[in-house]
């Protein structure tokens, strides 16, 4: 079967960092992503890996540890507007659908 | 247009009344996805079109859901004899097939609310 696992809810204060975890079990692996996801809106792409390691993108970077089954997505800075769901989703083979996880809630206190 | 775009945004229907969305996904994409999301949760895998071939409905909830791709481009998800537990957003996504980090990305549409009363 396929399991992605991520917290529920997060509250992070305004101009800190934040670090938001995914567990995945799947028969295969071609890729985790990241979307984030504001309240009625359509989830937009923030981050894709593939191999072991961090991969940086501004203020945002993500993590994966395949032999774990892990990955991580860290917001820096964090700002009012980051507030929004982070969704974490792994793609099984090829150009197969994504399997997501439930998301995370992150609000962003001042 | 430069995204994928759904229609109608809303959609409310009376228990038992079909409904028909619909989703344009982006130019030349071959691949195209339905997801349902409910709230406050991720979205749920429904079913997955490579141009008009429909390799995987194994997520449709029952047999009153079906969805077309008849020419590879616009996608109609049908709902039949429409439940209460039929009520969420249904989100189409797109992408393009081919090498390199980009051509795995889906884009997805805004969706569609469905409110069944």
């Known amino acids: 079967g396929q399991n992605i696992d991520q917290p529920t809810e997060m509250t992070a204060t305004e101009g800190a960092i934040v670090q938001i975890n995914c567990t995945y079990q799947?028969?295969?692996?071609?890729?985790l992503f990241w979307y984030q996801q504001h309240a009625g809106e359509a989830p937009t792409f923030l981050s894709y890996?593939?191999?072991?390691g961090l991969e940086e993108k501004g203020r945002f970077s993500s993590f994966l540890s395949r032999s774990k089954g892990y990955s991580y997505l860290l917001l820096k800075e964090l700002q009012m507007k980051d507030s929004a769901s982070y969704l974490c989703?792994?793609?099984?083979?090829?150009?197969?659908?994504?399997?997501f996880g439930k998301g995370t809630r992150l609000s962003v206190i001042a | 247009g430069a995204g994928v775009s759904q229609s109608p945004r809303y959609k409310v229907a009376k228990r038992g009344q079909d409904v028909a969305l619909r989703c344009d996904p982006i130019?030349?994409?071959?691949?195209l996805f339905w997801y349902q999301q409910a709230l406050g949760q991720g979205p749920e895998f429904l079913t997955y079109?490579?141009?008009?071939?429909?390799?995987?409905k194994s997520g449709l909830p029952s047999d009153r859901f079906f969805a077309e791709r008849p020419e590879g481009s616009v996608s109609t998800l049908k709902i039949q004899r429409t439940q209460q537990e039929d009520s969420a957003v249904y989100l189409c996504?797109?992408?393009?097939?081919?090498?390199?980090?980009?051509?795995?990305?889906?884009?997805f549409g805004q969706g569609t609310r469905l409110t069944v009363v």
């Open positions: 079109f490579q141009n008009e071939a429909q390799l995987d």
């Open positions: 996504a797109s992408s393009s097939r081919g090498l390199g980090r980009e051509d795995t990305e889906a884009f």
């Open positions: 799947t028969s295969g692996f071609n890729g």
């Open positions: 989703a792994v793609r099984d083979t090829g150009n197969t659908p994504l399997v």
């Open positions: 890996n593939v191999l072991d």
């Open positions: 130019s030349g994409h071959v691949s």
